[in-house]
């Protein structure tokens, strides 16, 4: 079974520069997040996504981030512009539903992003 | 206060050795309890879930839930170097299952 993908796998951008990420996540998985993970700190939802409506955006910065999934299959996250606290792994999760207390994720292995 | 807690460590034991790692949640009402691994340069992945309280074990590895000190705990007998990583614990924060994390605690098994 493949697993999540993401891409790129690494990204240097200068500040105020803009920067987008791809995920596909497992196919027929229902759900996908998104999740930022600040070195040193566990993950930090940013949205989720269930098909291709959105379910929380409560911590996503949204005069900066943006998120879309298509179809309800593939999902790009956007960063314009960026800052330098916006170096961070940014992880694509997927599940198979939502709605139950013990829904296994599955992550990509992310996209390092380090802005300058 | 946060969510959900953790010992960032890092934490370094002997190969063979019991590991005991520990976190601690605010909210009563959390009911699941998942325990994920993450290696360097990858995504986390599920190692443990546990509902309410009491204990799971999975070969070499233990969760424990105590509601009453909302403290939750994984331990890892004979650990052995491929356990060397960061475990994360976690919890649904609301019935939409967003998922939320401890900071994590890196461990180091040394050979």
């Known amino acids: 079974e493949a697993g999540v993908a993401q891409s790129p796998r690494y990204k240097i951008i200068e500040k105020r520069q803009s920067v987008a990420f791809w995920c596909n996540p497992i196919s027929g998985h229902a759900t996908l997040y998104w999740y930022q993970q600040i070195l040193g700190q566990g993950p930090k939802l940013l949205i989720q996504f269930q098909n291709n409506g959105v379910v929380d955006d409560s911590q996503l910065p949204k005069d900066r981030f943006s998120a879309e999934r298509l179809k309800g299959v593939d999902s790009t996250l956007k960063i314009q512009p960026a800052k330098l606290e916006d170096s961070a792994v940014y992880l694509c999760a997927s599940s198979l539903d939502r709605g139950r207390g013990n829904e296994k994720l599955f992550f990509g292995s992310g996209t390092q992003l380090s802005v300058l | 206060q946060k969510e959900v807690e953790q010992d960032p460590g890092p934490l370094s034991v002997p190969e063979g050795a019991i590991v005991s790692l520990n976190c601690t949640y605010s909210n009563s009402a959390f009911q699941y309890f998942m325990w994920y691994r993450q290696y360097s340069r990858k995504g986390p992945e599920l190692l443990m879930y546990?509902?309410?309280?009491g204990n799971k074990e999975d070969g070499r590895f233990t969760a424990q839930v105590d509601k009453s000190s909302k403290y939750i705990s994984l331990f890892i007998r004979d650990s052995q170097p491929s356990d060397s990583a960061t475990y994360l614990c976690?919890?649904?924060?609301?019935?939409?299952?967003?998922?939320?994390f401890g900071s994590g605690t890196r461990l180091s098994i040394r050979p």
């Open positions: 976690a919890t649904p924060y609301s019935s939409a299952s967003k998922i939320i």
């Open positions: 546990t509902y309410s309280s």
